[in-house]
């Protein structure tokens, strides 16, 4: 630990593990990063990878001792290097801006365009067939 890591706010847990790291919002097929934990606290964790996360990238961890069995959104917010590795912060995103709430809400409304489009194609198609049958039904009379 540095001098700066003496003065934050939020006391820290030294806390040695295996997470996995799955980019947020995910891929259609995520591959989730295994990374090593440090160290952790109530506004943050961490971590050790072999390579840098790009800055601001939000992140669902999973680490069961941490996000107590479950995940937590966490945002990178700094990497340092350590040769051979990176040692990476990141921060527990918020739960008002929080991002996947954002993709679950693009995701819904994308289902909705689909929905509303096949809507608008079955009406289309019926009102063909309607005007096909009304065709039909007229040449009948008049033929």
């Not at 990063?33 to 109530?42: A, G, L, M, Q």
């Amino acid at each position: 630990m540095t001098n700066d890591d003496d003065c934050r706010a939020v006391p820290r847990t030294v806390h040695k593990s295996q997470a996995r790291l799955t980019l947020c919002p995910a891929p259609r097929r995520p591959v989730p990063i295994e990374v090593t934990v440090e160290e952790y606290s109530e506004t943050g964790i961490g971590i050790i990878h072999s390579n840098p996360l790009p800055i601001g990238q939000t992140y669902v961890v999973e680490e069961p001792a941490i996000t107590s069995g479950g995940s937590q959104l966490y945002t990178v917010v700094r990497a340092e290097p350590q040769p051979p590795e990176w040692r990476i912060g990141l921060s527990k995103a918020s739960t008002l801006a929080d991002p996947i709430e954002d993709h679950v809400t693009h995701v819904e409304s994308e289902r909705r365009r689909h929905e509303q489009r096949n809507r608008r194609a079955i009406l289309a198609l019926c009102i063909t067939l309607a005007a096909v049958g009304v065709t039909l039904a007229l040449r009948e009379l008049f033929v």
